[in-house]
């Protein structure tokens, strides 16, 4: 999985309580990546990030918020849990350089919302 | 907006006949589009792209794709499945912003019926 890994792998809240997921990659890369995966939907993103404290809201932002401090790091934080936003989260990154244009994704949080 | 369509939920084929995973695309300006592979568990593994030039792309574990620009499809193929290929197989748009988001379809599981 390409030098991204995504902790927690598993987690099990509870209704309106606070989460926070953490991407971090070794590839150096500009672009990183939150998205959620939902039987049907396939996968949408949720924000985008193209620089250290550089971010913008994807297709399906509400309710969650993002932060990237270092290169290597990018945050993504649900502040008040709901059971909507169970689901399996996954961080990607890219290059802009890179002319092959590719994402490259981690192995995938699977959050669960009780 | 761009938008991708992959009409069937599901692809039984049996091993060793032919292969094809539909996908059909909708983007304002040249598409740049993508086939992507998630087995269980795993996150999504990168098989081929179109960016320009031949119709017929060529990717990872003898998969290949075909642009059809009048039809806006980009149909994965393979001459002869293999049970291993049984996965989950996603297309994607790729808008010509900076930022590189990709906009994925809903899905196709394929099985490989030995």
């Known amino acids: 999985d390409a030098g991204i890994t995504q902790s927690p792998r598993h987690k099990v809240t509870e209704t309106g309580t606070p989460v926070t997921l953490r991407c971090h990659q070794t590839e150096n890369h500009r672009y990183m990546y939150w998205y959620r995966q939902d039987p049907g939907h396939g996968l949408r993103l949720i924000h985008y990030s193209y620089g250290v404290k550089d971010t913008d809201k994807g297709e399906v932002s509400d309710g969650y918020s993002v932060s990237r401090s270092k290169t290597e790091d990018f945050l993504l934080t649900l502040e008040s849990a709901t059971s909507s936003q169970t689901s399996v989260y996954f961080c990607?990154?890219?290059?802009?350089?890179?002319?092959?244009?590719?994402?490259?994704f981690g192995p995938g949080t699977r959050l669960t919302v009780l | 907006a761009q938008s991708v369509a992959q009409p069937e939920d599901q692809v039984n084929v049996a091993e060793g006949n032919p292969l094809t995973v539909k996908c059909t695309y909708s983007v304002s300006g040249n598409p740049y589009l993508f086939w992507y592979v998630q087995y269980p568990n795993r996150g999504l593994q990168f098989l081929l792209k179109?960016?320009?030039?031949?119709?017929l792309v060529k990717g990872s574990y003898g998969f290949e794709a075909e642009f059809n620009k009048s039809q806006t499809s980009f149909h994965l193929k393979k001459p002869s499945a293999l049970v291993s290929d049984s996965a989950l197989y996603f297309c994607a748009v790729r808008d010509t912003g900076s930022a590189r988001q990709l906009t994925f379809g809903s899905g196709t599981q394929l099985t490989v019926l030995p």
């Open positions: 990607a990154i890219s290059d802009p350089s890179d002319s092959l244009h590719e994402q490259f």
């Open positions: 179109y960016i320009t030039g031949d119709n």
